[in-house]
C-alpha cells in the first residue's frame, strides 16, 4: 500500500489516521478507517501510540464542570450516530466477509444491496451523500480496467476483496489509495479475483479516456 501521492497536497493515510483517532473525521470517513484497522494490522502500533498520546493531552487538561451533562448526553445521542473506535486487535470478516463496521454502516448483506451495471465488468451501489461525502461500493471483475479518470476533490478507497493496480502501485485488500487532482489513473482489478471496494468522495470524478463522456453520462443516471 502507497500512503503519499506525487506531488499532492492531500493528506496520507497518516494524516487521515491521526483524524480518525482525534475523531475529526467525517462519519463515512470514520467507518472507513476503522474497516481499515479490522482488515489490516499495518497501522494498529500508529493508532495505539496516537490513542496514547490523545489520553496524555486529555489528562493534562483542567477539569471542566457541565452545567447539565444530562441535558447534554441527551442532544448528543439525539442528533449524532454514536461510532465506536473499535479496538486496533479487533477481529476481520464480518458478513460477506466485510468488515464489522463496514458490515454494520450497510445494514443488510451485499447481494440485498441496489447495485447497478455501469458497464461490462464494472458494477456500484450508490449508498448516498452522509456527512459531506459521496458513499458507494465498487465491484470490478477480475482483470477489468476501469475507465481513465481524475478528480475534482479528494477520492479515499478502501479496498475489502481482491485488489487493483494503477500507477501508484498495487492495493490489496485493507490498504488505502487516497486520490485528488493530481492522480490521472485507470486502475485495474488483479487477475485473481473480482475487486470490491468501499470509496468515499467529496467532490464528482472527471473521467478522462476515449468513452469517458458516454460513461460518465451513464453514472449520472
Known amino acids: ?48 501510540t496516537l490513542e496514547a498520546a ?41 458478513n460477506d466477509g466485510l468488515p ?11 447481494g440485498d444491496l441496489a447495485w447497478r451495471r455501469v458497464m461490462p465488468g464494472l458494477k456500484d451501489v450508490r449508498l448516498g451523500n452522509n456527512d459531506g461525502g459521496e458513499v458507494s461500493l465498487l465491484l470490478v471483475s477480475a482483470g477489468r480496467r476501469m475507465p481513465a479518470h481524475t478528480h475534482a476533490g479528494r477520492e479515499v478507497t478502501l479496498i475489502i476483496k481482491g485488489s487493483f493496480i494503477d500507477d501508484q502501485g498495487t492495493f490489496a485488500r485493507g490498504d488505502i489509495s487516497i486520490a485528488d487532482s493530481h492522480v490521472d489513473h485507470r486502475p485495474r482489478a488483479g487477475a485473481d479475483e473480482d475487486c470490491l471496494c468501499f470509496v468515499v468522495t467529496d467532490a464528482p470524478l472527471r473521467l478522462t479516456g476515449t468513452f469517458g463522456r458516454l460513461v460518465q453520462r451513464l453514472l449520472k443516471h
Open 1 to 48: 500500500m502507497m500512503d503519499t501521492q506525487k506531488g499532492a497536497p492531500t493528506p496520507g493515510v497518516d494524516d487521515m489516521l491521526a483524524a480518525y483517532v482525534a475523531g475529526s473525521l467525517s462519519h463515512p470517513l470514520n467507518v472507513l478507517m476503522a474497516s481499515h484497522l479490522e482488515l489490516s494490522s499495518r497501522h494498529h502500533a500508529l493508532v495505539a
Open 54 to 94: 490523545c489520553g496524555d493531552h486529555l489528562a493534562d487538561l483542567p477539569p471542566q464542570p457541565l452545567a447539565n451533562p444530562q441535558r447534554m448526553l441527551a442532544e448528543i445521542t439525539a442528533t449524532t450516530p454514536v461510532t465506536m473506535l473499535p479496538s486496533v486487535m479487533a477481529p476481520s470478516g464480518g
Open 100 to 110: 464489522p463496521t463496514l458490515s454494520a454502516f450497510l445494514g443488510k448483506p451485499l
